[in-house]
């Protein structure tokens, strides 16, 4: 796939010195959904920001599709679709009337069609003649989706979209980012609902303290910082782990009627059935045996936990 946003040594500091991006490097290809997850302030706002050129970055350079976005700003941002947090619509305005300016915004001229298939993929066609104030704050956050595709640009950016949106709109969402990647668009996805990211990302990227900790496929990054996790649940209450089980470094949960054992899957042997024997040889009973998968959210908090942990 052939790169179609190009980040290179971008920072961002301002007047009172605050470092709010961090050298940071990205490359992102054509057609690809990027999920970005970082803490609140970790710098993901101002990093789309800066890419929009709605914030002017101190160093670096960022190209879209070839285009500097200083040197050539009108270009690059023409190919820019941009969902921003906030709801900043016109009350009175009507849907339609609403998408159609933002085409006409980027010099667009006038195609029904275009208006039309986009307003029903986001299922606002029915609601194309309501005003902004008449609709619920899901189908607000379509009109917002809608205005930034009105241009049909090549890359969009979604920051927190789904925020305070149902999870059945969310999932409604999600079909429509899928749709686009379809069609060639390339998505980058902000978001704290980590869910998201795990459902639709083909990469993810992780930003904390105006730096990028890592970017990596998605099942790559699963696959390789992934964990599976036994727990042993027992007939009786245990106040401490036997010394005869000490080598497996157990946990213990559930105020003692729980063993915790972690393992990795990709070692040749768990030494889950040795593990088992050696929990009976030592007189425990078990009621119930349970596996859990690490998911992409104890990943992240993993890695945000780590670098808090080396910066102080």
Known sequence: MSTILSIKNLRKQYEDGFEALKTISLDINEGEIIALLGPNGAGKTTLISTVCGI?????????????????????ARSLIGLVPQEIALEPFGRVISTVQFSRGLFGKSRND????????????????????????????????IAKALAHEPRILFLDEPTAGVDVELRKDMWAVVRKLRADGVTTILTTHYIEEAEAIADRIGIISEGEILLVEEKNNLMARMGQKQLEVQLTARLSDIPISLANYELGIADEGWTLIYRYDLKADRTGITKLLTDVSAAGLQLRDVVTRQSSLEDIFVSLVRKDVEKVT
């Open 55 to 75: 914030t002017k970055p101190t160093a670096g350079t960022v190209t879209v599709a070839g285009f500097d976005i200083i040197k050539e700003y009108r270009s």
């Open 113 to 144: 069609a275009v208006i039309e298939d986009i307003l029903r993929r986001l299922s606002l066609w029915d609601k194309r003649n309501s005003q902004i104030r008449e609709l619920s704050g899901g189908m607000k956050r379509r009109v917002l």
